[in-house]
C-alpha cells in the first residue's frame, strides 16, 4: 500500500464551499434561512440542509457563534467597568436625582 492511500492529502480532506462561507456569515449576521439562500444562489432547502445535515457546515457554524459570542462578552466586560465608572461619578455629583438613581442601580446590581 502506498503512504498516499495511507495518508490522504489536503486536497482529499472535505471543505466548505465559499458559498457554505457566505452562508454562514449571512446566517451569523441574522439572515434567514430564505435570504441566504436568495444571496448564495441555493434553495432554502439546501440551506436547511447544510445546517441539519453537514456536519462540515453545522461544526463550523456552531464554531463562528461561539467566537462570536466571546467577542461579544469580552465587550460587554469592558463597557460594564466603564457604565460603573459613570454610576460611581454619579453617586458623587451634586444632581440628587441622578445619585439617587446611580445609588438605585447599584443596589440593584448588587443583589443579583
Known sequence: MSTEAQ???ESDTPELSPSQYLAIEAI??????RQVAEL???????????????????????RRRHEMFAET???????SEKAI???EANLDCDDPKAAIRAAELVLKFAAM
Open 28 to 33: 451569523l449576521s441574522g439572515k434567514r434561512d
Open 40 to 62: 448564495v444562489g441555493v434553495t432554502r432547502q439546501t440551506v436547511n440542509e447544510w445546517r441539519n445535515k453537514n456536519p462540515l457546515f453545522a461544526d463550523e457554524l456552531a
Open 73 to 79: 462578552h469580552k465587550r460587554l466586560q469592558t463597557l
Open 7 to 9: 495518508n490522504p492529502t
Open 85 to 87: 465608572d459613570v454610576l
